[in-house]
């Protein structure tokens, strides 16, 4: 009976000791690619002017149907600064990877926010987006307004409403009479001072952006909003709506998010 050596034994532990360090390696790498190609779970929405959080609600109820966990952010609306700060709060409460998206001038917070090491990916809806030493006023000087807009000048305390009277046709035409009467009852008080505070440093020069065009914003006219999101590169999604679009059509809106979300590295 042949007897196995002591060399030819430890050659053999050797050789399988190797082949389970392989194998174990691949698995783990395996695991780690599943882990970072899992789509993100996570959602913020940031609101604009003359408007608040309630105004989400429909892309809430789309995005948590589809298994999404979506929180929503309360804009103090008193300076770029504190709407920040406020993002950031709600940022800081993520378990994870977020896909960060702003309406209007909630796009010049999220350009601004979206440097939370939380956030992995930004949507713009019918949204501005600054570069480093931007406002959002620049932006919106580049296009003469429409005859629909209701912007009104600031007050003697420097807050900037809509008139009330073209707030509908101007702001939310495609959402029902009802819906806008209750959306400009309960917009916040817009301080102007948020308008011309410049971007510091644009998240979106680090961060993979996706934009959603309102080809009948009589609010942020749709040339701007191309222009803004082509010097950018950002990936655009053109949809008929009014600026209130993620209203009128949330479902629309919602495939870019969850674009977003699968395309992002986690």
């Avoid at 950031?88 to 939370?116: E, F, K, Y």
Wanted: aromatic share 10%; hydrophobic share 40%.
């Amino acid at each position: 009976m042949k007897t196995t050596s002591l060399k030819e034994q430890m050659n053999r532990y050797f050789m399988f000791a190797v082949l389970l360090f392989s194998f174990l390696f691949a698995t783990a790498n395996s695991n780690a690619q599943s882990a970072n190609s899992a789509p993100i779970k996570n959602v913020v929405l940031v609101h604009g002017a003359f408007a608040d959080g309630s105004g989400w609600k429909a892309l809430y109820e789309v995005l948590t149907k589809k298994g999404y966990h979506v929180s929503i952010v309360q804009n103090p609306l008193s300076s770029l600064e504190d709407d920040v700060a406020a993002t950031n709060v709600v940022l800081d409460r993520q378990d994870g990877p977020t896909v960060l998206v702003g309406h209007s001038w909630g796009g010049a917070v999220i350009t601004q926010a979206g440097n939370h090491p939380k956030v992995a990916a930004l949507v713009y809806v019918a949204a501005f987006q600054p570069d480093n030493g931007e406002s959002a006023l620049q932006w919106l000087q580049t296009a003469p307004p429409a005859p629909e807009n209701g912007v009104l000048p600031p007050d003697d305390k420097g807050i900037v409403y809509y008139d009330q009277a073209k707030f509908h046709a101007g702001f939310c035409a495609d959402i029902s009479k009802e819906e806008a009467d209750f959306m400009y009852a309960s917009q916040g008080a817009f301080y102007a001072k948020g308008f011309v505070t410049p971007i510091t440093k644009a998240a979106w020069r680090d961060k993979p952006a996706y934009a959603v065009v309102a080809t009948n914003d009589k609010s942020i006219d749709p040339s701007i909003q191309r222009a803004m999101y082509k010097r950018s590169n950002t990936k655009v999604t053109e949809v008929k709506g009014s600026h209130v679009v993620f209203m009128s059509q949330p479902e629309a809106v919602a495939k870019v998010v969850i674009a977003a979300s699968k395309n992002s590295k986690s």
